[in-house]
């Protein structure tokens, strides 16, 4: 079958458009196909976490996140009041949840950012079409047929009725919660669903007054009339009120019409004669739940077509994002013919445990949120950036099933986690090492290592390989010494890390091996899913 794309996205929600700007930076042409006639309206997610934030800095668009959610960047406090208006129960400040300044310089070169999902949407929908990738808004996916030659997708374009059909290799099901690829592969959600049903007002009004010098990223109210969570979008007169409504107890869709809403909005701010504009109304369920399975064949469910997850810690737009990071490299290498199609199984090896994981910490974060008892930190920094994956493009030395999914922070340099930050001077400029990691494998040897990188120019070549080596003392030094930098990476003087393009290590020896070339080479075999031949 003739392909018209390799690659089909569905959705162009965050998942999609990351997946679509990765790929075109790996030069694999992609289609993505969106229902709506633009990227989101509604403000839903705003929390960017660090280890997102990283993603967008190895795409060169941390900043320009970051001016984009500049209106929340002192946003810091976590407010409970009656009303906005009225009495102010306490107050929170973020530093006492989370590591900020040195403590967080010390483990990440991010910072957390808050950029609502209308306002970042636009920014990763322009990357990806400047980078080359083809996105078509009001064309919606209405069939999809499969078989051992490709798939058939069925798409509408909503502006004029006519439908035709996309010839692809791949497809990637981004299609948010209700995904109809993920209905039409017959793939069941498994955990909780109905942990609440809720109503996200999006609404306009100047509550600059009542918020005054209390700037918080999440205001708790509670009175007689309602209780809700109001979110700043730009800090001055846009504002998201979500409220609990109840279903089962009789509430109606009706129950959200512009006027039940308005009021709504005036009892959390606490002044019936507040004007304010209703932009926007959004339904939406609590669940905590995953797919059974995150691949069929050449399809693979990104985001929340894979799992939803409760709001509680914000992980639901994070681990979409990261989903379309640990897949779109994979797909890329696949598709360029330098790994075997095995090393795509990884995909649903590594991101189905830690979407289980992360579903589970936020159905914890969403059971200890209460006004009287705030979510704690706990382990929110271990799941955001200590996370583990074991599959075949991990070699472990040690398989600890213990330690498969959440690692936590010290676990350097151990295969299957994060490569950790460091701040390192390479040519004369202060980077840290994740600004090394990005596009292709990096092999970073020991000061006495340099056997690793004759042998490792040798392999990318043989190989067919886009692989960079960085060895301290030559290409870069680092501040506190050699040693400690070994140290950093759980390796000697003659021993050797390597890393993925998705910036997680893969493979580490702590000392020299007898043979570095064959052993670079079977590695790579491995990992890649590449027979001798391949
Ligand atoms: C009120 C609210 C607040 C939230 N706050 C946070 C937060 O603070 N932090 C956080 O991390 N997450 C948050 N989330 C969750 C976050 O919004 C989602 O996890 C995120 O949008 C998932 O991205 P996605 O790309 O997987 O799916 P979506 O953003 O849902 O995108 C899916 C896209 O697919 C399109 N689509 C669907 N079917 C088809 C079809 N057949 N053909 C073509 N296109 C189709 C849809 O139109 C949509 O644009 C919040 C969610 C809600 C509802």
């Keep these: 079958m003739e392909h ?22 790996s030069g694999v042409p992609s289609l993505l196909v969106e229902r709506h006639t633009s990227t989101s309206i509604h403000p839903r997610a705003r929390g960017l976490n660090l280890r997102t934030m990283e993603i967008f800095r190895s795409l060169g668009l941390e900043k320009q996140i970051q001016q984009a959610g500049a209106s929340l960047a002192d946003n810091h406090l976590m407010l409970f009041v009656e009303t906005l208006a009225g009495r102010e129960i306490r107050r929170v400040p973020d530093a006492d949840l989370l590591p900020v300044g040195k403590e967080l310089e010390a483990i990440t070169p991010c910072t957390w950012c808050q950029c609502a999902q209308d306002e970042l949407e636009p920014i990763l929908l322009a990357a990806a079409r400047e980078k080359g990738a083809h996105i078509q808004f009001h064309t919606e996916l209405q069939m999809l047929t499969y078989h051992a030659h490709g798939i058939e997708a069925t798409v509408l374009d909503t502006t004029t009725g006519q439908q035709r059909t996309i010839h692809t290799r791949y ?33 306009r009004a100047d509550l ?34 979500n409220v609990e409504y109840a279903p089962e107890r009789g509430a109606q869709a009706t129950d959200c019409s512009p006027a039940r809403c308005q009021e709504l909005v005036r009892a959390a701010i606490g002044r019936p004669e507040l004007e304010l504009e209703v932009l926007s109304v959004l339904l939406w369920e609590a669940a905590a739940r995953v797919a059974e399975q995150m691949q069929v064949g050449n399809i693979f469910l990104v985001g929340d077509a894979a799992h939803t997850m409760p709001p509680a810690g914000g992980f639901g737009m994070n681990t979409a994002i990261q989903d379309a990071h ?24 590594e991101r189905y445990p830690l979407a289980c994981a992360v579903v589970k910490q936020a159905t914890r974060e969403l059971e200890a949120e209460t006004p009287d008892t705030p979510g704690t930190p706990g382990d929110l920094l271990t799941s955001i950036l200590g996370y583990s994956y074991a599959s075949s493009a991990i070699m472990e030395q040690r398989h600890d099933e213990s330690a498969r999914c959440i690692a936590g922070l010290a676990a350097a ?13 390479y040519r004369d400029q202060r980077i840290s090492t994740l600004d090394l990691f990005g596009r292709h494998f990096v092999l970073l040897p020991g000061a006495l290592g340099g056997a690793w990188r004759g042998a490792a120019h040798t392999v990318a070549e043989r190989m067919r390989l886009k692989l960079a080596v960085y060895q301290v003392g030559i290409d870069f030094t680092f501040p506190g010494g050699d040693e400690s930098w070994h140290a950093s990476c759980g390796i000697t003087a003659q021993g050797a890390l390597l890393v993925r393009p998705d910036g997680f290590v893969c493979w580490r020896s702590s000392d020299l091996a007898p043979k570095p070339e064959q052993l670079l080479t079977e590695l790579f075999q491995h990992i890649l899913s590449r027979g001798p031949c391949v």
Excluded at 4 to 25: M, S
Excluded at 222 to 240: H, I, K, M, Q, Y
Excluded at 331 to 340: K, Q, R
């Design 413 to 425: 340099g151990r295969p299957g986690t994060r490569a950790s930050h460091v701040w390192l001077t």
């Design 208 to 241: 600059r007054d009542l918020v005054c010098d209390r700037p918080f990223g999440i205001c708790f109210v509670e009175n007689e009339a309602l209780e809700g969570v109001l979110l700043p979008v730009n800090n001055t007169d846009r504002w998201l009120l």
């Design 171 to 203: 497809l990637i099901a981004a299609d948010g919660a209700h995904s109809q690829v993920r209905q039409q592969l017959g793939l069941a959600m498994q955990g909780r669903a109905g942990l609440g049903n809720f109503i996200n007002i999006y609404f």
């Design 4 to 25: 018209d794309f390799p690659v089909l996205i569905v959705g162009g929600g965050p998942a999609g458009l990351v997946t679509a700007l990765l790929l075109a930076q």
């Design 326 to 349: 640990n897949l779109a490299w994979k797909l890329a290498m696949v598709i360029e013919g330098e790994a075997g199609a095995g090393l795509l199984d990884t995909y649903a090896a």
